[in-house]
């Protein structure tokens, strides 16, 4: 018996009348995955999103939700399966946060909306998943951005949906909220079973929290798979076309520019001692080498990317005299030198 995915897009072109954005895309998503869309602004990505949301119709192929096509489905089925929280502000006037939320139930309310007493206890339910209830009897004008994400977010859980299409969900959060946010998602994947596709800018991110990721890129899905197999080979900086710094796929960090002149300092570092160091003279303009470093060694790729020059040594092995003689011979021709270890 085939699979039955949660939603799945079969050669799927979308876009807006004739301007095609993204083509032939094919995609599956399993119940209780978390696929993340990342790629270069204007790739595509809530094109893809706002189709799979029947948002917009598609110019070709199809959309499968539960696989059933998604143009079948009439509204109300389509807001019992899926919830859906785009990039866009939502601006609801003179009403209450907690009348926001609740207005995820109503597409299982009668035809006059009317509320019972279970679908106000899912209501504060949701509430208290995101961390809102305090702000229930707030009007929703009156909270900040951030505070209105939690919100809608809110809105999203109370529909008690099969798939969550969310679109630069952490948009506007600070990273507590960030960090919180997604770790109700992975919480809503794996006790709910819900399917999560959304997209993000924050590619450190996707790289934590997916099951999946889909990169898009140049109108098609670029590369598609797991973190390990997306964040190698420098791809991330190949994806978006990093000209003005470096993008550390082993530890998920950015760095900018650094001089690579004939260095002036050397940093004895290690453990990752020396990565504020290595900041501060990038930020100083001030070309630096750095040494004897593992290349296993937690600051090592910092290293290779801020550092005019590394000498380094293979994991696991004893510093060898060579390294050694290397380190001295390129310490003799800097001004100075700093020790940022704290055991020797």
């Known amino acids: 018996m085939d699979d039955i995915f949660s939603v799945e897009t079969v050669s799927l072109t979308a876009g807006y009348a004739k301007n095609e954005i993204v083509k032939e895309l094919s995609i599956s998503v399993s119940p209780g995955e978390i696929v993340t869309l990342i790629g270069p602004n204007g790739s595509g990505k809530s ?49 209450t946060c907690g009348e926001v939320v609740e207005s995820g139930r109503y597409p299982y309310t009668g035809t ?10 899912i209501s504060e339910e949701a509430m208290e998943l995101t961390g809102i209830s305090h702000l229930k009897d707030t009007d929703f004008e009156c909270i900040s951005d951030g505070q209105r994400q939690l919100v809608m977010i809110a809105r999203a859980v109370c529909q008690e949906p099969e798939i969550m299409i969310l679109d ?56 598609t798979g797991t973190p390990e197999e997306i964040f190698s080979d420098n791809y991330i900086s190949r994806l978006y076309g990093i000209r003005y710094g ?25 453990g990752g001692s020396a990565v504020n160091v290595y900041r501060k003279l990038r930020r100083r303009n001030i070309p630096f080498a750095a040494g004897i470093i593992h290349t296993n060694d937690t600051e090592y790729f910092t290293a290779c990317s801020l550092a005019s020059e590394v ?10 005299d060579g390294s050694v003689d290397k380190a001295i011979e390129v310490m003799k021709k800097c001004k100075g030198y700093i020790l940022s270890l704290i055991h020797i």
Not at 75 to 91: F, G, I, P
Not at 311 to 320: C, D, H, L, Q, T
Request: proline share 4%; with cysteine; hydrophobic share 35%.
């Open 246 to 270: 470096y993008y550390n796929e082993e530890n998920g960090s950015a760095e900018l520019f650094s001089s690579k002149a004939e260095p002036e300092i050397f940093v004895i570092g290690g």
């Open 112 to 121: 006059l909306g009317f509320l019972s007493k279970s679908d106000r206890k």
């Open 311 to 320: 000498i380094s040594e293979k994991a696991f092995e004893p510093v060898s």
């Open 168 to 223: 630069e969900p952490t948009s506007f959060l600070d990273i507590s909220h960030k960090l919180e946010l997604l770790c109700m998602l992975e919480k809503l994947a794996n006790e709910k079973n819900i399917s999560v596709i959304m997209s993000l800018h924050e590619v450190e991110l996707a790289q934590k929290v997916s099951d999946r990721i889909i990169c898009i890129k140049d109108g098609k899905a670029d590369r």
């Open 47 to 95: 094109t893809v999103l706002k189709t799979i949301a029947s948002q917009l119709s598609p110019l070709s192929g199809t959309v499968l939700i539960d696989g059933k096509p998604g143009r079948e489905m009439n509204e109300k089925e389509t807001a019992k399966k899926m919830s859906v929280l785009l990039t866009k502000k939502a601006e609801p006037e003179l009403i």
